[in-house]
């Protein structure tokens, strides 16, 4: 029995050309979301067609390199899995179930709205310094 026993660095779409077909049990994947996060270029389409043009290209190259019966585990965002699935399911696999991961708060946000308020409107803030342990 062959193991892949080798970590490739390098374009998802170029490296993965050099995998056989049939020879991996599973494929866990983060890709683009295609949200522009924090700016990053390597996330940014410019429609989202994009992303699911590409996500279809990458995942089309899983399907082809796993062996029958094999998964793929794919990270999205809330605003483009839809893309995400339907290219994956596009690309041949059949979408069994879908995880998601709910939580109550975004990613923390650098405004505190007391403080913006009260500098708003030229109020001096005191700082919380229970004990005067700081």
Not at 25 to 37: Q, S
Not at 83 to 98: H, P, T, V, W, Y
Request: a negative charge.
């Amino acid at each position: 029995m062959e193991y892949l026993d080798k970590i490739y660095l390098g374009d998802c779409l170029e490296v993965i050309k050099e995998i056989p077909d049939n020879s991996i049990d599973a494929v866990v994947t983060d890709p683009p979301y295609g949200l522009g996060f924090m700016g990053k270029e390597w996330d940014a389409f410019e429609k989202e067609k994009e992303l699911q043009e590409f996500t279809f290209k990458w995942a089309s190259e899983c399907f082809r390199v796993l062996k029958p019966g094999g998964y793929l585990l794919s990270f999205g965002a809330t605003r483009t899995y839809h893309r995400i699935a339907c290219a994956i399911e596009d690309s041949g696999f059949e979408i069994r179930d879908m995880i998601e991961w709910l939580y109550g708060s975004g990613m923390p946000k650098s405004l505190d709205i007391g403080k913006a308020v009260d500098k708003l409107q030229g109020n001096e803030r005191k700082e919380y310094n229970p004990g005067g342990r700081y």
